[in-house]
């Protein structure tokens, strides 16, 4: 495994690192995070059950899941915490990159209470596993994956390792995890529309491109020969600092760590730098690409 520095600067501007699959790291957070009597209770909660990986908050109606509940205050006091967190991400994350902010859905906010080290899931839910994400119960739509990162750990680093971008592993890999069916999906079509237009499901059903991202995301976390062989980046983030990245181009697995707070947001193709390097356009090329071959 090799070392990268976090704080090695790439070129270009935030978006386009971002969209590049790069790791923009902070070491000092640019907005607030938990502190004093929020922060110790925040690290005194627990997960809910086995079946809950983290403690989630949707701040579209301010519901918050996955912990156990004690009383009707704790849970109106984790609610606060995260919505105070929302609010602070977003505002810095729309000062950051403005044109993402024009067209985003926010998605969930979730606090990670677990040591990574030790937790037991099945493999395809291991966090430890490098993976590009999919959400299985939140399609994308070819929506690009945008996730800030907080380390409240008060006296513990969180370790990341990242290892190819998703046009690398597309190009290694993607044959083999299943290409959509040419058949049954319009990816020759339409380059110059929306590319978001092509991968609208139909009611009740996730799009081709939502069912690749999920098989891809299974397929790189069972794939030995990557996950041993694969380039490997490591990334120490110290308590108290930031981090964001596209975690559906940045391959990424967290490898040790405990309390970290993280919030998602869907950003849409007519707000990206760069849409031709989005995974969408890269696999409806992968498709043509395999489709003249098979002609």
Not at 242 to 251: E, K, N, R
Request: aromatic share 10%; net charge positive.
């Amino acid at each position: 495994m090799s070392a990268n520095g976090v704080n090695s600067m790439g070129c270009g501007t935030p978006a386009e690192r971002l969209e590049r699959g790069e790791v923009l790291f902070y070491p000092t957070a640019p907005f607030a995070l938990p502190q004093g009597a929020d922060l110790d209770f925040l690290v005194q909660q627990e997960l809910g059950s086995l079946a809950h990986k983290n403690i989630s908050y949707n701040p579209h109606n301010g519901k918050v899941n996955g912990f156990v509940r004690r009383t009707a205050e704790q849970a109106e006091q984790l609610r606060g915490i995260f919505a105070r967190f929302s609010e602070a991400a977003t505002r810095w994350l729309s000062d950051l990159l403005p044109q993402y902010s024009q067209g985003w859905q926010l998605d969930r906010a979730s606090f990670r209470p677990q040591e990574e080290a030790t937790r037991r899931l099945r493999p395809k839910a291991r966090n430890d596993l490098l993976h590009v994400d999919a959400f299985p119960g939140r399609p994308s739509r070819g929506n690009r994956i945008l996730r800030v990162f907080a380390n409240i750990n008060p006296r513990e680093p969180r370790i990341w390792v990242t290892s190819d971008p998703f046009a690398k592993l597309l190009k290694r890999y993607g044959e083999a995890a299943g290409l959509p069916n040419r058949n049954r999906t319009r990816w020759l079509e339409g380059l110059g529309q929306s590319v978001l237009g092509l991968f609208r499901p139909n009611i009740g059903r996730r799009s081709e491109y939502d069912l690749f991202m999920l098989r891809f995301h299974d397929y790189l976390k069972l794939n030995e020969e990557f996950q041993e062989k694969g380039p490997k980046y490591l990334h120490t983030f110290p308590p108290g600092c930031v981090w964001v990245a596209m975690t559906d181009t940045c391959s990424h697995a967290v490898l040790r760590g405990r309390y970290a707070l993280e919030h998602s947001y869907f950003v849409p193709p007519t707000v990206l730098v760069l849409p031709e390097e989005s995974p969408p356009v890269l696999l409806q090329k992968a498709c043509a690409v395999s489709g003249r071959r098979a002609a």
